[in-house]
DNA sequence: CTGAAAGCGCTTACAG
DNA sequence: CTGAAAGCGCTTACAG
């Protein structure tokens, strides 16, 4: 058996392939990345030629040319842990695609937020991107915009101008699921508020409340219980509207772990899910899928905008690196309405 | 105000470290790597000038020259969707440190876990990790041993001699829980089983029984109730204990979605938790803070285990490359057990 | 103990 | 449309 010739076995680099099909490495580059200014006869060598040595290419070559070394923060508070995770695993799965580096700073006060930033800054991040509720906060952004760091809001419902974001339509996605509960048939359809100082929280209880009214249907004040985003203010809600003389034959909660808690309460009365009562959430974090019956809830992408926020951010740095600059972009990421168990017709 | 030096503004390089402490950018680089072998003098210049101006390594160059370029993939199947993202939060984590790129693959039968890792191997992956239950079929295993392809198995309870492992003493864990709950003062405690297939699920009920016959109590039949590490599990199983004549005053769940079901069950059964039952789990997932009361339960350091093994198989990798070979090294994490509000002394 | 040279894999900027 | 040269930031291997 021969003497492999490669140094590093396993590693088929640019190199190989241009070899392989009889062009240079640039040429070999300019196919991998899809430029169109290649004749066609060695396009088409070159990808038999990545098809046949299985190539891939080293991000880390890559981004050592194009990017330069970015490194990206990310400055959170008061998560939902389930969330965050998510959110987390797009931001990492991007910043190792492009490679760039990351770094992940917690606060609580006001007071620890400056000290977080603080390091942030010391640590020489070229942008930070901001979950909810941050990124709800003009002191922040300010903080943040006044050292000349570029910034990303990550589910803001109410984006600020000048501020990149990538968000879903939270109106758009309550309307859609009240809509659904409507015509499923649901008349009695009582509503868990979120936390009220969270954008997403208003849109979501005003979106129900429209489509209500579009339906001409009118909605007891008793009907929309508050909450805030916990599992704990999920039972208690719950509580309040499954206790009413007229309970709802469908409760729509503004997220999936206060749905949790409602269906914890269900549960508890003997009441059948969904043959009695239909339960959704809104979010579609993993304790959707945990529930039984599973939880009928918005979709919101949460992996692919921690992705979509890093891409979004690295353009920032790149044009703020080359003296460019443009218009804030507003990414509207598309929510799907997800149905599983927890929810039928009346019955 | 004079014209900035640097071409990217931002970063720092070895080189400027080098030239700020007036050394080779070789000693630059010894000392950041901490090597012993530098001159205390032009140590201390070093460290000075990376503090000064701020200094961090660009990890894909770096990575550039030692780990080469390194691939690793995750293979997967029937995961609990917290469980996974919090390992893959830690995968992703140090392979972005590493400088490592991350491929994962899901299957479901056996069938597609032939097709999984065929993908795996043609995207030309360097070594995979194999998170539960894959960890535990030998043919998963051994199909990728076949292939020389360096395998870490995590949080297997049953190592494979051979294969290198990260995992928790899942046996002592189970004890330390089930004697927290005895020094309590709780004799009538209930067990709610995992999957019988896995093996952390066996050696967390062997502790248990061996436990409560060390401290010379009894465990009647009905007190151990199958699951299957599922919620919905978890509520069957909670309702067949809590329905008996003389019920437990404390259900140790095999892991936090089927606590979280018992807890829905006693919820709804209008028993105070922790007051009138204690109610503990396994695992701390992130669901073991969103239910209320917050859920006492064993920590396994899940992300810390998923950058363990990418440590471990990049060690693997070079070792295979460099053409050594040393014995398979098993890591046990620790685990902790964290109090919280779901637990107390019988009522 | 210290450093000059070379190269990891890739792409930018330039020349044809 | 194509390619030779240079360099991103870092460290290995070699020489002193």
């Known amino acids: 058996m021969p003497q492999r010739k490669r140094k590093t076995p396993g590693a088929v680099t640019i190199l190989d392939v241009a070899k392989h099909a009889g062009v240079s490495p640039m040429t070999a580059s300019r196919v991998i990345n899809g ?71 917690k606060c609580a006060g006001m007071q620890s937020q400056r000290a977080a930033t603080q390091r942030l800054l010391e640590a020489g991040v070229d942008g930070v991107i901001l979950p909810p509720p941050l990124c709800d ?37 309550a309307r859609a699921m009240t809509r659904y509960l409507l015509d499923l048939g649901h008349t009695r359809i009582g509503f868990i508020q979120g936390d009220p100082k969270h954008t997403p929280a208003q849109l979501r209880l005003q979106a129900f409340r429209d489509t209500m009214a579009e339906a001409g249907i009118a909605v007891p004040d008793a009907y929309v219980a508050p909450g805030l985003f916990t599992y704990r203010s999920g039972l208690s809600a719950a509580r309040q509207l499954l206790d009413l003389p007229q309970r709802p034959t469908a409760i729509f909660c503004s997220n999936d772990d206060m749905a949790a808690g409602a269906m914890a309460v269900a549960h508890g009365m003997g009441l059948r899910i969904p043959g009695e009562l239909s339960v959704v959430g809104f979010d579609d974090t993993p304790v959707a899928t945990t529930l039984w019956p599973e939880l009928t809830t918005i979709r919101q992408p949460v992996t692919a905008m921690g992705k979509a926020a890093v891409s979004a951010l690295l353009e920032l740095i790149r044009d703020r690196r080359a003296g460019r600059s443009r218009e804030a972009a507003h990414q509207v990421m598309k929510y799907a309405l997800v149905r599983r168990q927890s929810s039928a017709a009346p019955g």
């Open 35 to 105: 430029s169109t200014r290649v004749a066609v006869e060695l396009r088409e060598r070159v990808q038999a030629a990545v098809r046949e040595l299985g190539y891939r290419p080293n991000l880390a070559g890559r981004s050592l040319r194009t990017t330069g070394s970015a490194r990206v923060g990310v400055l959170y508070s008061n998560p939902s842990a389930a969330y965050l995770n998510e959110l987390m695993l797009g931001i990492l799965e991007q910043s190792s695609l492009s490679g760039v580096q990351v770094l992940v700073e």
């Open 137 to 173: 906060s003009p002191q922040t952004v300010r903080e943040l915009d006044e050292r000349g760091i570029p910034v990303v809001a990550v589910a803001t419902a109410a984006p600020m101008q000048d501020v990149p974001s990538v968000r879903i339509d939270d109106y758009q996605g």
